[in-house]
Nanobody, 119 residues
């Protein structure tokens, strides 16, 4: 069974930075897309950024040029570097991965890590 574990969340002051990590473990042979989503209190989940196995990146307006996604294929880990954090960035951040199988893709989600931006 494949498991995703997020880490790096916590309390940070406005203008500060955090680096989120998501490590995949288990029976893994390859991973296609890996992405970061977030869900703020009372709001729907939204995509923050996604990165393919080849390194192609797509970022939404959520990060507003402040966030950077990257991955280490050797470690099956995806990162989200968040700079110039704002209170509106407060949310639970979820890691997602798509694993190819002979009959399609297996979608795996982490349990989330809470990011709180407050003075």
């Amino acid at each position: 069974q494949v498991q995703l574990v997020e880490s790096g969340g916590g309390l940070v002051q406005p203008g500060g930075s955090l680096r989120l990590s998501c490590a995949a473990s288990g029976s893994i042979f390859s991973i296609n897309h890996m992405g970061w989503y977030r869900q703020a209190p009372g709001k729907e989940r939204e995509l923050v950024a996604v990165i393919t196995s080849g390194g192609s990146i797509n970022c939404t307006d959520s990060g507003k040029g402040r966030f950077t996604i990257s991955r280490d294929n050797a470690k099956n880990t995806v990162y989200l570097q968040m700079n110039s954090l704002k209170p509106e960035d407060t949310a639970v951040y979820y890691c997602n991965a798509d694993l190819p199988t002979p009959i399609g893709y297996l979608e795996v989600w982490g349990q989330g890590t809470l990011v709180t931006v407050s003075s």
